[in-house]
């Protein structure tokens, strides 16, 4: 049978054919689907229709919490009003943030080892009120005390290096790290081998190792 686009033939018996013989063929349309991802959304119904069928978006508008829907999109392109099946397709929901969306954020503070570059916990805090989509420029005031509890001194460390690139997210999930990098010291060792003679260095016996290190 004569193939037709979105459809499917159906099954010819068996015929003798002859001169006048006409035989009727039955097309059935192929059921496609549309699939809708929210992105986070609330859970739209896929539609399952026959080729050709029109599906009206407009009775297909998902909300989640903090954003403006902004329409289906196939691919890079944006559906507008309905969309013919002529094939499976799924359609993908794009959002606008709202306007003055505030969430906490969590602050952890890592403090370096002093035997390997691995980092122990120190403490955290919660920020409150924060604009959603902004980026963390600073950090919250680091409390010292914090070391001091564990028997170090604050001045044995770096400036605490704070990660970058880090925007506030609605979900609260948001955690920005900052680091507390020991300082490198130097122990250098002279002899004088003669009252007369000038100090000289041992360069075998210099070390350098991290602020808290055991060098003996």
Not at 2 to 29: D, F, H, K, M, P
Not at 142 to 151: A, E, H, Q, R, V
Not at 164 to 183: E, I, P, W, Y
Request: hydrophobic share 35%; proline share 2%; charged share 25%.
């Amino acid at each position: 049978a004569r193939q037709v686009n979105g459809c499917e033939a159906g099954v010819i018996e068996n015929t003798l054919i002859s001169a006048n013989t006409v035989v009727e063929i039955e097309y059935t349309r192929i059921n496609y689907t549309v699939r809708f991802d929210s992105d986070g959304g609330n859970y739209i119904s896929a539609v399952e229709a026959p080729f050709e069928t029109v599906v009206d978006l407009s009775t297909k508008v998902p909300t989640k919490a903090g954003y403006d829907f902004a329409g289906w999109y196939n691919g890079d392109s944006k559906v507008e009003g309905s969309v013919s099946l002529t094939e499976n397709i799924t359609l993908t929901a794009h959002w606008t943030l709202k306007a003055n969306q505030k969430a906490d954020y969590q602050v952890i503070f890592w403090v370096e080892k002093a035997e390997s570059n691995e980092y122990d916990f120190l403490y955290s805090q919660t920020i409150h009120d924060a604009i959603v989509g902004s980026e963390i420029k600073n950090y919250p005031t680091f409390d010292s005390t914090k070391l001091s509890d564990i028997g170090l001194d604050e001045a044995g460390f770096e400036k605490p290096d704070m990660e970058s690139g880090k925007t506030v997210a609605l979900d609260g999930s948001t955690v920005l790290n900052v680091r507390l990098n020991r300082k490198i010291f130097t122990v250098t060792f002279y002899v004088k081998e003669s009252w007369y003679s000038n100090w000289k260095i041992q360069p075998k016996l210099t070390i350098t190792a991290k602020y808290g290190a055991d060098v003996s």
